[in-house]
Nanobody, 116 residues
Framework: VQLQASGGGLVQAGGSLRLSCTAS????????VGWYRQAPGLQRELVAS???????NYADSVKGRFTISRDNAKNTVYLQMNSLKPEDTAVYYC???????????WGQGTLVTVSS
């Protein structure tokens, strides 16, 4: 399983970015997918996740601002990030948990920097 994440960059506070993560080598439509982030000196944390049944879960800090979505035909998961804050600055990673094996796989990370 390979994951390719993209879409990070530098944005001013209040701005928006959309991250994408495309998977290969898995039956994406039945997998659970998620976005995590890791800021310098902090542990990696869950940002948002989506099950195969399209149930979603968000960290309290991003509720109402971020939206996770998936396009199973394209094996891609997105993270739309609006109203960005400097504290959203982190490396963002996508993760796929394979339905049939339970194993998880990580993308390479994409850096999001929000300036004040």
């Amino acid at each position: 399983v390979q994951l390719q994440a993209s879409g990070g960059g530098l944005v001013q506070a209040g701005g928006s970015l959309r991250l994408s993560c495309t998977a290969s080598g898995t039956i994406f439509s039945v997998d659970t997918v998620g976005w995590y982030r890791q800021a310098p000196g902090l542990q990696r944390e869950l940002v948002a996740s989506s099950t195969s049944g399209s149930s979603t879960n968000y960290a309290d800090s991003v509720k109402g601002r971020f939206t996770i979505s998936r396009d199973n035909a394209k094996n891609t998961v997105y993270l739309q990030m609006n109203s960005l804050k400097p504290e959203d600055t982190a490396v963002y990673y996508c993760k796929v948990v394979r339905y049939f094996s339970g194993r998880d796989y990580w993308g390479q990370g994409t850096l999001v920097t929000v300036s004040s």
